[in-house]
Nanobody, 124 residues
Framework: QVQLVESGAGPVQAGDSLRLSCAAS????????MGWFRQAPGKEREFAAT????????YYADSVKGRFTISRDNAKSMVFLQMNSLQPEDTAVYYC?????????????????WGQGTQVTVSS
């Protein structure tokens, strides 16, 4: 059973940067693809970014491309989401998720393990 714990979120101003971290335990982290998803108030959860088990394949949602960067440290069992030029529309609960296939995929349905989520609030 993999456990994921997100950290690093908080209230920020538009244009600010924030780095989310996700620490994994209880599983073979280096074999999982990892993803970041987000859910804004009143909206469905949406894909933000994903990285393959080796880090060699990365995909971003169009809404975050060029502003967000996903990375991972397999030695530390952690995945990160660097968020730059944050905008109010980025306000959401951000979730870290693990996909046992190891393949970077954008559908949340293939992710078996999920963190509890962390709130990012961007004010204008």
């Amino acid at each position: 059973q993999v456990q994921l714990v997100e950290s690093g979120a908080g209230p920020v101003q538009a244009g600010d940067s924030l780095r989310l971290s996700c620490a994994a335990s209880g599983g073979a982290f280096s074999t999982y693809a990892m993803g970041w998803f987000r859910q804004a108030p009143g909206k469905e959860r949406e894909f933000a970014a994903t990285i393959s088990r080796s880090g060699g394949t990365i995909y971003y949602a169009d809404s975050v491309k060029g502003r967000f960067t996903i990375s991972r440290d397999n030695a530390k069992s952690m995945v990160f989401l660097q968020m730059n030029s944050l905008q109010p529309e980025d306000t959401a609960v951000y979730y870290c998720a693990a996909n046992p296939s190891g393949v970077a995929l954008t559908s949340g349905r293939v992710y078996k393990y999920w963190g509890q989520g962390t709130q990012v609030t961007v004010s204008s």
